[in-house]
């Protein structure tokens, strides 16, 4: 593994602004108020599909839907701005684009950051109102992960010498105001996950690397043999089968959790919160389990204002729920319809209220019953 100068880079654009979930200021509902979530507006559907769950970003919702060209020639997306509190479309002046696929947006607070691929990936910023902030290409062949944010960069990662299976995977760290390269990092070809807080950057191929996030020195590796991993400010956390938490300044193990099948980690000022095919459960920093759910996520966890969210479809061909519990002891605040079908969808949150998607065919919005009409 070797650290390749930003200066060779050549010029270029997301479960963290990369906080850890929960550790932006909240914006969404408190937790009386998520007990009173019910359906605000609902949009759609898109002539192409909705591709990607909403993000919030002041006063607005983002999302990214295909296109239908109509030489049937180019595959398209285009960014869909709506109004966070009525969901009218509002204007979002950058049309729509080539990328094979539409990759889930992030937004930071200031500005919106979107990736599309075609033969090359391209790295976005763009205002609120969709004007270009910045672009530029990202070097690689492959792009295997949506970006990330962490403090004043935007994390990505590229695959490259690919033939049957490719050689490398790359880390990049960009400045988020202006698209300057600060730093990338290369690794072994492979499988690639990615999660990032604002000082730390963790990757995981056959090893587990933490990597400074101002620098990109690496901080430590460790053998990792698969799971989801996340990234605090104390920890870096790997869920396979158990949880377990390693010194994110050494990497030393912490503390392990029982294995109860776990898949994914997602740290929080309220806790660590972990999830299985099968079950929800929270643990303190010190790797004590305080509670656990039967009732398990189909999509990730967004926590935020000591309420967890998260889509849940109970059976295969019933109704799709979102549900809000209490991030202190796993109490459901609400349990609101989302449609009359299953359905996997990221939730966000922002202005008072919460974000998803119906599959691919609607933007959903709640809000507490009292402040629907406002």
């Not at 007990?35 to 909705?50: E, T, V």
């Not at 009525?86 to 200031?110: C, H, K, M, N, Q």
């Not at 990597?211 to 989801?228: F, K, N, Q, V």
Request: aromatic content about 10%; proline content about 6%.
């Amino acid at each position: 593994m070797y650290k390749i100068a930003a200066a060779a880079v050549a010029c270029l654009t997301l479960v963290a602004g990369a906080a850890p979930a929960g550790a932006a200021p909240a914006t969404g509902p408190d937790a009386a108020g998520a007990a009173r979530l019910r359906l605000a507006w609902a949009a759609g559907p898109a002539a192409a599909g909705i591709q990607t769950a909403p993000v919030y970003l002041a006063g607005s919702t983002y999302h990214v839907e295909g296109v239908a060209d109509p030489e049937k020639l180019r595959s398209l997306i285009r960014v869909v701005r709506r109004d966070a509190g009525t969901g009218r479309r509002l204007p979002f002046a950058t049309g729509a684009v080539e990328s094979i696929a539409g990759y889930p947006p992030v937004a930071d607070g200031r500005s919106l950051f979107v990736t599309t691929f075609r033969e090359e990936t391209r790295l976005w910023a763009f205002h609120p109102d969709g004007r270009v902030l910045w672009s530029r290409n990202q070097p690689g062949e492959l792009f295997p992960h949506p970006p990330l944010r962490a403090g004043a960069y935007l994390i990505t990662a590229s695959k490259s010498g690919c033939d049957v299976e490719c050689d490398h995977n790359t880390v990049f760290a960009w400045h988020a105001d202006d698209g300057r390269p600060a730093w990338s990092y290369r690794l072994p070809g492979g499988y690639l996950k990615l999660a990032a807080a604002a000082g730390q950057v963790a990757v995981r191929t056959d090893t587990l690397t933490v990597l400074d996030t101002g620098t990109g020195e690496r901080l430590w590796s460790r053998p990792a043999e698969g799971g989801g991993i996340a990234v605090d400010d104390t920890h870096a956390y790997v869920a396979d089968g158990s949880l377990r938490a390693y010194r994110v300044t050494d990497g030393s193990p912490a503390w392990a959790g029982e294995d109860a099948g776990y898949t994914a980690a997602y740290p929080s000022r309220y806790g660590i919160f972990t999830t299985s095919g099968q079950r929800l459960a929270a643990y303190d920093l010190t790797g004590r389990r305080r509670w656990w759910s039967a009732i398990h996520p189909r999509t990730t966890l967004t926590v935020d204002g000591g309420v967890v969210y998260f889509q849940q479809s109970p059976t295969r061909r019933g109704a799709a729920y979102l549900i809000a519990m209490r991030a202190s002891n796993g109490a459901v605040l609400s349990r609101v319809r989302i449609w009359g079908r299953p359905s996997v969808g990221d939730v966000a949150v922002g202005g008072g209220r919460v974000f998803t998607k119906a599959l691919l065919e609607k933007i959903v919005a709640f809000a507490p019953a009292d402040a629907r009409s406002r």
